[in-house]
């Protein structure tokens, strides 16, 4: 029930493609899914996040689409660039909320690994 | 905005004493405050959750009394390690959320060796 299932589990794309990385959920009471990019010995920074009142967001070169009746979203990276190439982990929170701060506990998927080539 | 620091970012410590991490929130105040733990190659797996003021919320199976957390202010949590082992030689990293949305935000992570 919480679980978040990503995949693919790596990715290898060439400059000026687009990487697609695709999550699911299983709880419908989540109800807050962000992307997390992490490069390696560094702590992992928000990258871009919707909530299921939008089915699609878009930043710079970062789009999330979002399909709730199939409980899926989905993080495309447009024009791939070899600086793109780290781990990419969706997640997602909600539900819980109250004091202790259960409602935002993310729950995240197992990571892709990118790699941009030239 | 919304700046996480941790310190140390790498700690070599011997077996059995103890390691403490800090985990700062620079420019919010967090009410709430994650630790995380991250494998080679694994995703992040959550310690325990805790809120200013109060005691942590430990995940299943994480030992309370081996992972001490405090979380003294609104923009200090710390993390002790006591009686450290090799096994615990892991990437700690915290994150922080103002509690407003469910945003979190990471600190950059500390490198713990035990030898």
């Known amino acids: 029930q919480q679980q978040v299932k990503q995949s693919p589990q790596s990715l290898i794309v060439q400059k000026g493609g687009i990487s697609i990385i695709n999550c699911a959920y299983e709880?419908?009471?989540?109800?807050?899914f962000p992307w997390y990019q992490q490069f390696p010995g560094k702590g992992p920074a928000l990258l871009i996040a919707i909530r299921p009142d939008v089915s699609e967001k878009k930043e710079g070169r970062f789009t999330i689409s979002f399909n709730k009746s199939a409980k899926q979203f989905s993080l495309h990276i447009m024009d791939s660039q070899p600086g793109d190439s780290a781990t990419y982990f969706c997640?997602?929170?909600?539900?819980?909320?109250?004091?202790?701060?259960?409602?935002?506990?993310?729950?995240f998927g197992t990571g892709t690994q990118l790699k941009v080539e030239l | 905005g919304a700046v996480v620091s941790q310190h140390p970012s790498r700690v070599i410590c011997k077996s059995g004493t103890s390691v403490k991490i800090e985990c700062r929130s620079l420019?919010?105040?967090?009410?709430?405050m994650f630790w995380y733990r991250q494998f080679p190659k694994q995703s992040l797996m959550l310690m325990a959750t805790?809120?200013?003021?109060?005691?942590?919320?430990?995940e299943q199976g994480v030992e309370k009394d081996k992972f001490l957390i405090n979380h003294a202010s609104l923009t200090l949590s710390t993390l002790t390690v006591t009686s450290a082992h090799p096994e615990d030689s892991s990437f700690y990293i915290c994150?922080?959320?103002?509690?407003?949305?469910?945003?979190?935000?990471f600190g950059p992570g500390t490198r713990l060796t035990v030898t």
């Open positions: 994150s922080a959320s103002s509690g407003r949305e469910n945003e979190q935000y």
């Open positions: 709880n419908t009471a989540f109800d807050y």
């Open positions: 997640a997602a929170s909600g539900g819980g909320g109250g004091l202790t701060g259960g409602g935002n506990k993310l729950t």
């Open positions: 805790s809120n200013e003021g109060s005691k942590a919320t430990y």
């Open positions: 420019d919010f105040q967090a009410t709430t």
